[in-house]
């Protein structure tokens, strides 16, 4: 069965570096999402993509992050200048269409500021 | 004001039994779509069932079923039989609008399930 993937499971750096999170979604999908989950919270919106631009934003979502289709198969998530508020768990998933369908969530990357 | 409103932060049931999760929510949007995830402690988001706002009928997946009172804005989640595997956290998850453009859902703050043997 085809699934969405994250890579790295976990990410530890510095405050004020720069991390990349890459996600491959499914591969006839066309929505993507992050979304990121800090420690024992609930899940929270931050961006969604479609045809190759941004379509959707939440306030999170600042100048701090960008998000990119590098190529055919893999969708980033980048955070320039990581805050210790950053320290979250990061989902990346994807959809078929919009609508009803449901979103397909990959495995998450732990990410920690230090 | 709370989209997904769960008033239960914590759930026991007796292993065999059934429970219920509810779920409330807030919307003047006449189409939306009502999900909900469970997330063991590994972590990973875990899709269980899918509601539309114009479904006429609860939706129903093997040991999971939706109730569905679209007049009260409530969908509670209801499994069935439960099993020591059902111990997680379970999201419940809103779509506003439906359209050919992705939509992000909401989530409510989850309720954690614990299964007692």
């Known amino acids: 069965e085809p699934e969405v993937t994250q890579t790295p499971s976990h990410q530890v750096t510095q405050m004020g570096q720069e991390v990349i999170l890459r996600c491959v979604p499914i591969s006839n999908h066309l929505y993507f999402y992050w979304y990121r989950q800090i420690l024992g919270q609930k899940v929270e919106f931050l961006v969604s993509?479609?045809?190759?631009?941004?379509?959707?934003k939440s306030e999170i979502f600042d100048d701090q992050f960008s998000v990119e289709r590098p190529d055919g198969s893999n969708f980033t998530l980048k955070i320039r200048s990581t805050k210790l508020e950053d320290s979250a768990m990061y989902f990346c998933?994807?959809?078929?269409?919009?609508?009803?369908?449901?979103?397909?969530f990959g495995p998450g990357t732990r990410l920690t500021v230090l | 004001a709370q989209k997904i409103t769960q008033t239960q932060p914590g759930m026991f049931v007796q292993e065999k039994e059934a429970v219920t999760l509810d779920c409330t929510y807030d919307t003047s949007d006449p189409s939306y779509g009502l999900f909900w995830y469970k997330q063991p402690s590994s972590g990973e988001m875990i899709f269980l069932i899918y509601q539309g706002s114009y479904d006429q009928q609860n939706a129903t997946e093997g040991r999971y079923s939706l109730n569905f009172q679209k007049a009260r804005k409530s969908a509670n989640l209801v499994i069935s039989a439960s099993q020591l595997g059902d111990s997680a956290m379970y999201f419940c998850a809103m779509r506003e609008g439906f359209d050919n453009y992705g939509q992000n859902f909401v989530f409510g703050p989850g309720t954690r399930l614990s299964v007692l043997p």
């Open positions: 998933a994807s959809s078929e269409a919009g609508g009803d369908n449901e979103q397909f």
């Open positions: 993509f479609y045809n190759n631009e941004i379509s959707e």
